[in-house]
């Protein structure tokens, strides 16, 4: 396989030299005098849902000459030809052609937007989840897009938008600002990678998560499902977020929003920006969030002290109420740059800062009970993005971004008490510290970029390299003698990730890519050398692997769609995984990179009859895992435990999902999600055992912890032109269902109800009444109305019944 990546690498080198080659020719015939001619330039846009959306990557061209190219991502274009008569043709997947006539006069800039209309035969992505995601949809690889436009309405925040996906599912330890995980496909946490406009997102720290940032941020969310391209740069195995921020220009803007509801919670959002004529850009976006997540518990295992000191622990359940989980995060993200210039299609230059402070309630599981335990942080991040399409020559297009952070977390553990969930708390008798005795901070320096070129060769072939250089450094420092005592050991890693692809799209039925990926990471951190953790060495360690695999598509009828993809991928040990977070989880340094086949299978049928328009998908999906890293609960002295990671000998993943979706014209929408995954321990024998001697107990069973059947349904209603034209009234209802699982070995709980986290359905509600056409917005929720008991990792409770408002208000274009 090493040898197939040379060749695919030497070919990109050699293709690079040509393209150099004909850029110099061309320079050449220019300065040997070129006659003056004309320039054409303007806007390719099409019009969906009643909003204008630009169409990136449209063919524009000019008969009887040899002036053409693509739109960019803004789907703007600019050509340039001699002074005549011609025909100006546009195109796109998915969209009926236009053709206009042009007449060019010497020395003149013609300006001439252009409007495409989507083909009946195409997939309409809002029968789907959303619109205006059609090349997303016509990519080979299994991928869905969920449009949060019509969200924004609502209180959620990009986490919540991503469970309308099939196959997605949420897990949250709490409330707002509580720990999250993606799961999709059955694979979750560290197996997901989330970028934001194509950037990875690995160590930009907790105040900046996807449960913080508001659904407004994103233009949409790309959700690729197991196989990725070599264009994310990634070692992802379950699949990829990519979060989609509008890069249109736009004359001015200005969007905000504050909401308020249940258990003390505020959450505003702030977002304004302008572009002007000669390219300057500039947006700035402003959010937070505020809990006391002071919400209503069943807990067991209740500590109870008596007058003369002891305690007593019962299995009673008791209803209390939290009261050491207050959360607030800041945010705040600058960008200034120019867009549209000849040597630049957007350079931008960003800034990022965000803080947090989070109590910490409970340990990894919910017996165990803190009330003074609690943690703070924040985070810069300067950045830099250029992107610029026919780069020396046309066809060539190079994106570029780089971002450095610095990111400070201190976890903060000194009480002299302990607490039970009454809030009761008796004098601690053997030093101090609920979990263990801290006060240390945390430095994380994180260094990234990100190079990708994209060669079109001709309209059917296309060449893509993508190289992710990452580098993370972490240096420790104890504060509890009022002076900053540095760790000796640091904990470093770098990684590398390199990505050659080839497509061949010869026409709109079918397309079809292969890739090859390299895979590089070097690793030195401390590794404890006995049980207590007393005495550290330090330990470096070094992991070359090549993984490549193969994606195609095919429009089988007009309307159905099928998809087939696999990867041999592997996936690289994240900073959390190798080196904890300083707290509640511990990391092992010595922690092998997963490796997975990965096959995914995915048909889809669109249909529109008159008003009424219908949506099917179908996916099947197999996955067999080596060194599969799993998380697991270790305990420690004095009751209490941690998390830490392991590797897991081989896990099969076999599963399916299923979408449906209807909408009546503009006034009904309704559909929803089925997953089943069944994720297995496929290790005969216990890893470690001589000789393969020892018989695995869990083979074949379950893995723990993790949910294997789930579902979610929706309907809308919409009341246009309710009071006078341009008004909107939304009706929404939603819900979502868990089928029980166990969070420990299956082995353990199928004999005992208390290892079991039930079946859930939870209900929610939503009224929303937009004014003059979305300039003022008026929304009012109730989630989880019928008070359903809502349990995840490891039997964590997350709230009860809860009702929120929000106003928002929307002004430019």
Known sequence: MRTIISTLLALSVYTLSLLGTTAQAQHRHHREGHPAGAIVSGQVSTTESGQKQAVDFATVYLKGSSSGGSTDEQGRYRLKAQAGDYTLVVSAIGYDPVERAVSLKRGEHLELDIDLTPRAQALDEVTVVSTGVSRIQRSAYNTVAVDTREMRNSTKNLSDA????????????????????????????????VFIDGVPQEGVGSSFSLNNIPISFADRIEIYKGVVPVGFGTDAIGGVINIVTNKQRRNWFLDAAYSYGSFNTHKSHVN??????????????LFQNYSDNNY?????????????????????????????DTYHNEAAV???????????????????YSRMYKEVQTGVRQYTVFGEKHRRGHSLMPSLEYSKRDLLTRGLDLTFTANYNRNLTTNIDTASYRYNWFGERIRKTNGRGEQSEQYARAYNDNWSATLTLNYRINKANTLTFNNVWNLFHRTNASLLTGTEIENEFAKDTRKNIAGLSYRLMPSDRWNLSIFGKYYDQRVSGPMATDDKGTDYVMVHRSVQQAGYGAAGTCFVLPGLQAKLSYEKAYRLPTIEEMFGDEDLESGQVNLRPENSHNVNLNLSYSRTLGRHSFYLEGGLLYRNTRDYIQRNIQDLSGGKENATYTNYGKVVTKGYTLSARYSLARWLSLGGNFSHMDIRDMEKYQIGSTGNSTPNLTYKARMANVPYMFADSDISLYWHDLGRKGNLLTLTYDNQYLHSFCYNSEVIGTNSSAYMIPDQFSHNLAISYSLHNGRYNLSLECRNFTDERLYDNFSLQKAGRAFYGKIRVHFGD
């Open 162 to 193: 991503l469970a309308k996906a099939p196959g997605m599912k949420l897990r949250e330890s709490g409330g707002v600002g509580s720990d999250m995980q993606l799961m999709l496909d059955g694979f979750s946490g560290k197996h997901i990678k």
């Open 272 to 285: 304004f920006g302008q572009s002007f004529k000669n390219g300057l850009t500039y947006e700035i976006n």
């Open 296 to 324: 209503l518990v069943d807990a067991d295992h209740v500590e109870q002290w008596n007058a003369d000191g002891s305690s007593i622990i019962t299995d009673e359940v008791f209803r209390v109420k939290r009261f050491n």
């Open 334 to 352: 600058a960008k200034i740059g120019v867009t549209g210039k000849p040597w630049a299609d957007r350079l931008m230059l960003g800034f990022t």
